[in-house]
């Protein structure tokens, strides 16, 4: 291509809805976080959010950014903020039309499981609930909060104190992602499930050094006695 095939924005000052609807169309597929968080009076908060990953290994933790909306906290941000305590469950296509539900703007005092009728399990380790129809459910304690930029987007940053791993999606060792069906989240009003799988030979040893890179492939290379 040649730059004549390109159109050119210029980032700096962009209004926060240009912003929001050019990065969430480039930067795809996110993985979706269900977010189960319960406030100071016990009510049962659940709401998705794909802007999310992990971002460390040791000890395993995952970063949700949450933006406020027209000036208000969301009920999932003041929660954590109160609790120090969350718990992120995998939405899945199986799971997919329940986790969308969530998303609507309810007010604090309505509890969107209950409304909706999410069925949910005990944790651990914290005192949100996990959601009992996802394969994986991570149990989180809160660990560093950033605000970013103009103070629209604040970054959660939480350890995994616990994981929760149906026996389906997690043979003892390794999590098979094609079983578990995680949906992601695309541009606009769109998710998309993982489609095609490329295979291509893992070319470095994954942190802690587990077996080496041929061993991880399944593939071991010849040797001379």
């Known amino acids: 291509m040649t730059p004549e095939d390109f159109a050119f924005i210029d980032a700096a000052g962009i209004d926060t809805e240009t912003a929001y609807r050019l990065i969430v169309g480039c930067v795809v597929p996110r993985p979706v976080a269900w977010i189960t968080t319960v406030d100071a009076l016990g009510r049962i908060n659940a709401a998705p959010f794909s802007s999310y990953n992990y971002v460390a290994t040791s000890p395993p933790m995952l970063a949700i950014n949450i933006a406020s909306r027209a000036g208000a906290v969301k009920d999932t941000a003041r929660n954590i903020r109160a609790t120090g305590e969350f718990v992120v469950n995998v939405a899945t296509e199986a799971t997919m039309e329940a986790m969308h539900q969530t998303a609507q703007d309810y007010p604090p005092e309505v509890s969107e499981t209950e409304l909706l009728g999410i069925a949910l399990l005990p944790s651990q380790c914290v005192r949100a609930p996990r959601i009992a ?56 009003p769109f998710y998309a499930g993982l489609g095609e799988i490329f295979h291509r030979p893992m070319l470095q040893r994954p942190p802690g050094g587990e077996g080496s890179v041929h061993q991880n492939n399944h593939n071991p290379p010849e040797t001379t006695p």
């Open 133 to 188: 129809s996802t394969p994986v459910q991570m149990e989180c304690r809160l660990d560093q909060v950033v605000v970013l930029g103009r103070g629209v987007n604040t970054l959660f940053i939480g350890e995994v104190v616990a994981f929760h791993l149906a026996h389906e999606v997690y043979d003892g060792k390794r999590v098979d992602s094609a079983r578990m069906r995680p949906i992601a989240r695309l541009g606009g």
